[in-house]
């Protein structure tokens, strides 16, 4: 990976250290609920990346589409 497209990156995402500390506080949080364990895979994985995603808006760029839209994408991909 080209060293611009992770400035880019960066700027639109965060910094990735910094970023993965908040994506894995989020993730530890959410498999400590009652329901963890009880999810499905799919429904696990999805909420892993809404995680993910949090993590870019509230280190990254909160504006940028992207971050919202896959949010929303993965919702409906843990419905099912």
Known sequence: MSEA???ERGHT???FTT???TAQ???EVMSRTVNWDSLP???REALDMIAVK???ILHG???LADH???IAGYAVLGRG
Request: cysteine-free; hydrophobic content about 40%.
């Open 68 to 70: 919202w839209d896959d």
């Open 54 to 56: 949090l993590s870019r």
């Open 25 to 27: 506080a989020l993730k």
């Open 13 to 15: 995402h965060g910094d």
């Open 61 to 63: 760029d909160p504006s």
């Open 41 to 43: 895979p799919s429904q």
């Open 19 to 21: 970023r993965a500390a």
């Open 5 to 7: 497209l992770i400035a």
